[in-house]
């Protein structure tokens, strides 16, 4: 089975709103998180990352939360745009490897 | 500044045609990576090459080959093309610095075979 997981295939909320998207990681070893963004018809696009030395970061609206105690990686987005519609994938990258592994995926749906 | 550039977009075949995927980055990384992404699913990688001249199988390797010709181009070769490759075929590349290393992508090559 896969390593990276999301426990919610699609999210739907209203722009304005704060969406928050979740992913489960298996692998102990995992120690680099990224998050990507990929709008219809074209590559994923870098967001955040964030390394097992921490617990959280923060960029422009998002927000990148890790809890090894249990697997778990979120991704917060403040303010959710309509522009914001897309698919995010977290991706786990295992002991200084720079190939990561990829989950399913989270459809965001924004409605204006 | 074109980053990852694939050709062609789209392409067509037929069962048991061959067919090259060409990708080129021009931002001076060691690695490329082959993925493929089929529906409601995540990207899986097909073949990477951590630097020149070398090349390793990823997770699908099964049906492609590759040629890391130089350092900006790696391309993925399909022998005899089966409908089970009908697939958004990506090509990336890491900016690797320190510990850190973010992946740049292609715009994607979108492939059915028919």
């Known amino acids: 089975g896969e390593s990276v997981g999301l426990h919610l295939p699609t999210l739907s909320v209203q722009e304005g709103d704060n969406s928050i998207i979740n992913c489960a990681y298996s692998?102990?070893?995992?120690?680099?998180f990224i998050w990507y963004k990929q709008e219809s018809g074209k590559g994923p696009q870098f967001i955040i990352d964030i390394r097992s030395n921490m617990d959280k970061r923060q960029g422009q609206r998002v927000t990148v939360l890790l809890n090894k105690t249990v697997k778990h990686l979120s991704l917060q987005i403040a303010a959710t745009q309509p522009g914001d519609s897309a698919v995010y994938f977290c991706?786990?990258?295992?002991?200084?490897?720079?190939?990561?592994?990829f989950g399913r995926g989270t459809s965001l749906i924004v409605h204006p | 500044n074109a980053g990852v550039t694939q050709t062609p977009k789209f392409q067509v075949l037929k069962t048991g045609q061959s067919m090259t995927l060409q990708c080129a980055q021009d931002?001076?990384?060691?690695?490329m990576y082959w993925y493929r992404q089929d529906p409601g699913m995540g990207l899986r990688l097909i073949y990477y090459s951590a630097s020149e001249g070398t090349t390793d199988k990823g997770e699908v390797p099964n049906g492609y080959n590759v040629s890391r010709l130089n350092k900006r181009e790696f391309s993925l070769r399909l022998e005899s093309a089966a409908p089970s490759q009908t697939s958004v075929y990506f090509c990336?590349?890491?900016?690797?610095?320190?510990?850190?290393?973010?992946?740049?992508f292609g715009e994607g090559s979108r492939l059915t075979v028919l």
């Open positions: 692998n102990s070893a995992s120690d680099y």
């Open positions: 931002m001076n990384h060691n690695s």
């Open positions: 991706a786990e990258n295992i002991g200084g490897s720079y190939i990561p592994t």
């Open positions: 990336a590349s890491p900016k690797v610095s320190g510990k850190t290393g973010e992946l740049f």
